[in-house]
């Protein structure tokens, strides 16, 4: 590990920026104008994808690892936050039931069962590695308006 980060604290700081630009990617989806279900289905796919590999999921799971321990200081824990992921999900779920393309309900509840259901694929692929990666309408179908 040495060979290729100065530190512990430099490794975290690499994996940390590379949260970073997954949360800038989803936030540029969630900002196109894309139809809202074809979105989240982005979004899903993006991430899913990734989980593809094992840093993949381990990455996604320690962004919350990070958010959890008291001794990361507040300024790294707002860097690795997914809050604006889910904040900015809610305007986006409200246009597409206006459209008729997301069930109805509490946009803020749809936005935390789809987000809840990524981390939780995430956690489980952790624990066993051959576990079947969930097919991106598996995850759609949460907000989808049947």
Known sequence: MFHYFSSKQALLEAHIETVERGLDSVAAILNSSETSI???RQIADLILGSFKEPYGRNLFL???QVLSLDSIPNAVKRRVSATK???ASV???MRGQARGEIRSGDPLALAVAFWGALQGIAE???WNPKAPIPKVEHIIS???RH
Do not use: G
Request: zero cysteines; proline letters at 6%.
């Open 91 to 93: 305007p986006v779920i």
């Open 38 to 40: 074809d979105t989240f």
């Open 124 to 126: 489980v692929l952790v």
């Open 62 to 64: 320690l962004a919350n």
């Open 142 to 144: 949460i907000l989808a």
């Open 85 to 87: 992921s889910l904040q």
